[in-house]
């Protein structure tokens, strides 16, 4: 073969298979006035941290402040999230955290106002709570009678239901997005085993199935960014059927466009919301046959791949109001924003 | 079957070797059936006038066995021995007859050369005669015609038995050409009869225990003690020799013709196969090959079917759990969990269903109960939503049965029925009695009661006439009602052993008032139906019956799924019946009790099993499902810090590890963490370790996984949801324990 074909076929697999830069960032350790452990919540700009104490309930804690927000006991776990832009922060508990154990069962769901002014108020019990639209809309899975609930916070309100399908995997993790107020997006697993993101209007009540993947080895996250809908679409890791990709979508006429592949399998785990023109996931780095994951970014609209951390076995990352935190060897460690948690400065009094 | 021999004995007989003195075999054996069976019946005859021991001097020279008997006995025996026979090797038919190789009649026949010894000149005489089995064994023995037969006899017999088998240094076949040396090395054997005549009674032991199976209500008590003895036979053998060469010697002495045969299970390296080959318990794969197939797997055939789909088919495994809609979904397919499954040492012949259990703490403590101490053999019948909760209960019960938490608690009428009305909140709070069935305007009536407390406590002594009604009719009375107190319930919330109510005085709520419950006699209860345990649910709740109804003392409740009940059909019109609602994930959940059509509604379930897995705290008084499990089913177990300890801890032969950890890490895959110290805690059983390119790998069911279906997961994955779980443990425990 000529040397300037070998170039074209090795330019065109960089292209098609997304070259990896690697810009190694080490991961920080995450600074606290708390006990890491205790803490739930922190706020963007660390004026507030919710924490549980072992004892079981739930404090807030700003500069010379401290406040209880729910009472409860040492077998109650809490988890608190919400962002700076939503009205409000939303609290699970979990009661027997230590000797019920079923991802299933349903927790105690209720809201906080992220402006602190106010008490928390129970609004359901289910999992997997998730706010929309800056906090007007919040929406919660109930198992037990396989139902997604969605509630309407600003006036009227109104709470609007949707039922599961019978599907093959009854602990299947369901997510949901909204575009905006007149449109639900739903993350699940069809009675086939195949997952699947139905599109529903809730004006008209009508559904239209938007992405469905083509095996049931292969799992679908997905979010919203600046009014785009992005992919993540993968094998379960194990399952031989190898490749993995980011796509993005027009939510108007549904042509999608790949944004990302890469032949091993990565475990996604995308994050939309920390850089305005990136999405972080954790990507497959296999060499010889081993995996190694780690945390990557795709920079929009170039699609270049960075390799962010160099640690081999990150497990999960997560958004936490503008922070981006990843687990590895069992500790959560920051890779963007403010390491510190804590804000000494004395509060303006406004 | 008697056809297909009958082909067997004419190929055979018609290979070159198989001639016998100057007549052919082969006429013989072109006879049909009935034909051998009528000459057959001749030769008997003829043969039982001359019993052999009659004749003292008999030499062994002057007697053959006789084609036709021979005929008779090679279309009555199985026909992959037949190939043993040598013609005119009476040693080698004895020693295929000792063997149970083939079937010998009663009268071993021979054609006898009679000859008058005092005169040559007398031309010799062909009869037939007979010798009885032993008969033969001594004639042989006393003619010294078989020097090597005593000792063949002993070197089998059940003291040395073991010693002349390891001599043959069996070992499983890793290519065609083994296969090809191991069978013609039998073949050369001179003791391959009695080499084979073990394969077959271990073989009949395997037969017997399905025949016992599928037919065993059908067999009457002396065939069933055949059967028996056989399988204890079979057990003995297999336990003298061991699973692998119990089961080439089988493998072998059925594929004597075909070393292709016999080696092609050998070469694949499976669990499904290696199953068929004997190498593992065919327990290791009852649970997924009964799905496969369908049937519950009891021998061979069905283990070389499920081998069979299985391998063709490794999507199969997938599939089945698919339908059931039960747990963790997708599973790996048939090869990938073939490979897991080789690495895991963990039971899986009992029910599962993980999503039918509410929770899973009661999953983990009957798969560690179930592993350690093969408890859930005590409940066969017993579904997969039922297993878990009663094997827990009986050991949380046994435990410490007084402080047990679980009530039935129902109305006695034959206790008095008082009810009380208090007025205020915690300590200040004062109640008063009232009888519920006193008329109206009676001093001690509800009615009364409630008005005086009203007016002493919160009326300034002013009269109060109380109204009571139900809430639907609370508009109309708060504008029409000329009474300054009213008193209303919610028919929805309110029944004979609790009604709350409000009550409006004055138009005001007065919150302080509350409405005491019956007093109810609670009796302690084990969920579930068991005849066996007195304080089983089924059997509480007929004690119950009968002393509500005063029902018969042999009356037994029966627990039926709600939906089975219809009082249309006889077997329901009369008796008792505890109907289980369809959708009843807990222990709790109150089911329905129908005596003669009637339902009984007059009783609660009080109180919750709630135990922490692991001890919470010094303080807490609970003891845990840990401590308990330990103490009743007298358990060691044994810290696990590192893989390094968790490896050792399966090299010496110790069978689990077990423990809670974040899903969130266990299976980032299928759940993700999405806020901070986010941990959903499931508990798991690790049942081996696996390295593969450079990884090191545990083999993990969650209690999201069936038993029968394990994962292989990275050592990193557990290391991280342990010390993510150890982060939110109020005691920082490191939550992994290897039990023995």
């Not at chain 1, 508990?93 to 106002?113: S, T």
């Not at chain 2, 070797?17 to 013989?28: A, L, N, V, Y």
Request: charged share 25%; proline share 4%.
């Amino acid at each position: 073969m000529e040397l300037s074909k070998v170039l074209i076929l090795l330019f065109f697999t960089i292209i098609t298979s997304g070259y990896t830069e690697e810009i190694k960032t080490p991961l920080k350790p995450i600074i606290s006035k708390q006990a890491l452990y205790n803490i739930r919540f922190v706020s963007q700009d660390s004026s507030f941290t919710i924490y549980q104490k072992h004892t079981g309930s739930l404090f807030l804690s700003t500069n010379y402040s401290i406040k209880k927000i729910i009472d409860s006991d040492e077998n109650t776990q809490f988890t608190v999230e919400g962002v700076k832009s939503s009205k409000y922060l939303l609290i699970s508990k979990k009661d027997g955290a230590h000797r019920e154990f079923n991802p299933n069962n349903n927790e105690e769901i209720y809201l906080y106002p992220y402006s602190l002014n106010g008490k928390a108020e129970l609004i359901g019990t289910g999992i997997n709570p998730q706010s929309h639209l800056n906090g007007d809309f919040v929406s919660y899975i109930n198992k037990s009678n396989r139902k997604i609930y969605l509630q309407k916070l600003t006036l009227p309100k109104s709470v609007y239901t949707f039922s599961l399908p019978d599907s093959p995997n009854p602990f299947f993790s369901e997510s949901v997005l909204m575009p905006n107020e007149n449109t639900i997006l739903i993350s699940w697993q069809n009675a086939s085993g195949i997952n699947e993101i139905i599109k529903m209007n809730l004006e008209q009540s009508e559904s239209k199935i938007i992405k469905k993947l083509n095996s049931y080895y292969s799992k679908l996250e997905m979010c919203l960014k600046n009014e785009n809908l992005y992919f993540f679409e993968a094998s379960y890791i194990g399952y031989n059927q190898e490749g993995s990709k980011i796509t993005t979508i027009d939510l108007n006429n549904f042509n999608e466009t790949t944004l990302y592949s890469s032949k091993a399998t990565d475990l996604g785990q995308i994050s939309c919301h920390i850089e305005e023109n990136s999405i972080y996931f954790i990507k497959n780095f296999s060499e010889n046959k081993k995996d190694y994951f780690d945390v990557a970014k795709l920079t929009l609209p170039s699609n270049k791949i960075q390799r962010m951390t160099n640690e081999d076995y990150v497990t999960n990352i997560f958004e936490m109001d503008g922070r981006l935190i990843a687990v590895n060897n069992g500790e959560q460690m920051l890779l963007f924003g403010e390491n510190s948690l804590k804000k000494d400065s004395i509060p303006s009094g406004k | 079957m008697k056809k297909y021999q009958l082909f067997i004995i004419i190929i055979i007989a018609s290979l070159p070797i198989f001639t016998f003195g100057q007549r052919s075999i082969f006429f013989e054996l072109e006879e049909n059936q009935k034909v051998l069976q009528r000459n057959f019946q001749i030769i008997y005859n003829s043969a039982g006038k001359l019993p052999l021991t009659s004749k003292p001097d008999l030499d062994i020279n002057n007697i053959t066995l006789s084609p036709k008997y021979l005929s008779w006995v090679f279309l009555n025996s199985k026909s992959n021995y037949l190939k043993l026979f040598k013609p005119n090797n009476l040693c080698r038919f004895t020693e295929l007859a000792y063997n149970g190789l083939i079937n010998p009649t009663d009268r071993i026949i021979f054609e006898v050369s009679l000859t008058n010894s005092n005169d040559d000149q007398e031309p010799v005489k062909n009869v037939y005669g007979f010798f009885n089995f032993d008969q033969l064994l001594t004639f042989l023995k006393k003619k010294k015609s078989c020097p090597s037969l005593e000792a063949k006899i002993e070197s089998f017999n059940d003291e040395n038995l073991k010693i002349t088998l390891d001599s043959y240094e069996l070992k499983k076949p890793k290519e065609l050409r083994d296969c090809e040396n191991i069978i013609s090395k039998i073949l050369d054997d001179p003791m391959i009869t009695f080499f084979c005549g073990k394969a077959e009674e271990i073989t009949d032991g395997d037969l017997a225990i399905v025949e016992l199976d599928t037919n065993g209500v059908n067999l009457n008590s002396v065939e069933k003690n055949r059967l028996n003895k056989k399988i204890q036979r079979g057990i003995y053998l297999r336990n003298k020799l061991g699973d692998l060469n119990a089961s080439l010697m089988g493998q072998i002495c059925k594929n004597l013709d075909s070393p292709d045969n016999f080696c092609r299970p050998h070469l694949r390296e499976d669990l499904w196969t290696k199953t068929l080959n004997g190498e593992f318990p065919i327990e290791k794969v009852q649970s997924i090959c009964s799905s496969l197939t369908n049937t519950k797997i009891k021998n061979k055939n069905d283990l070389k079917r499920c081998a069979n789909i299985a391998n063709e088919m490794p999507s199969s495994c997938v599939e089945v759990l698919r339908q059931k809609k039960s747990s963790l979904f997708p599973v790996t397919n048939c090869n990938e969990l073939s490979r897991i499954l080789l690495f895991s040492n963990l039971k899986t012949d009992f029910p599962d269903c993980p999503s039918e259990i509410e929770n899973h703490l009661f999953i983990n403590a009957q798969r560690i109960a179930s592993n350690l101490k093969g408890i859930h053999q005590k409940y066969k019948n017993r579904s997969c939503k039922e297993l878990p909760n009663k094997v827990y209960s009986n050991i949380s019960y046994e435990y410490d049965s007084e402080s047990w938490p679980l009530n039935i608690c129902y109305y006695d009428p034959a206790d008095a029925d008082e009810q009380k009305i208090c007025s205020g909140i915690g300590l200040q709070q004062t109640c008063k009695s009232f009888d519920s069935d006193a008329p109206l305007n009676a001093s001690n009536s509800e009615k009364s009661v409630l008005e005086r407390i009203l007016r002493e406590e919160y009326n300034d002594g002013i009269e109060v006439n109380c109204l009571f009604f139900e809430k639907r009719e609370l508009d109309k009375n708060l504008f029409g009602a000329t009474q300054n107190c009213l008193v209303y319930h919610d028919s929805t919330r309110c029944d004979f052993l609790n009604c709350p109510k409000e009550v409006l005085l004055n138009k005001q709520k007065i919150k302080s008032i509350s409405f005491g419950k019956r007093e109810l006699r609670c009796l302690p209860y084990i969920p579930g139906d068991d005849n066996e345990n007195k304080i089983s649910e089924t059997r509480v709740i007929s004690q119950i019956v009968k002393r509500v109804y005063a029902a018969s003392s042999k009356l037994t409740c029966k627990l039926i799924p709600e939906e089975r009940y219809n009082p249309i059909f006889l077997d329901y019109k009369q008796g008792c019946f505890v109907l289980s609602p369809k959708n009843c994930l807990h222990s709790r959940c109150k089911k329905k009790i129908i005596y003669n059509q009637k339902e009984f509604k007059n009783f609660e379930y009080k109180g919750e099993l709630n135990e922490n897995y692991f001890e919470l705290s010094s303080q807490n008084k609970v003891h845990s499902m840990t401590k308990k499990l330990k103490k009743v089913l007298d358990i060691k177990d044994e810290k696990i810090l590192s893989l390094t300890k968790m490896k050792l801890w399966f090299k010496n032969n110790n069978k689990i590890i077990h423990g809670l950890g974040c899903i969130e890490d266990l299976y980032p895959d299928f759940f993700r963490r999405t806020v901070f110290n986010q941990c959903k805690v499931i508990p798991f059983i690790i049942s081996g370790t696996s390295q593969e390119n450079n990884t090191e790998y545990v083999i993990i069911n969650t209690t999201l996984d069936l038993s029968a279906y394990p994962r292989k997961l990275r050592w990193n994955n557990l290391y991280n949801s342990l010390k993510m779980y150890q982060h939110i443990h109020p005691q920082k425990l490191w939550a992994l324990y290897g039990v023995k």
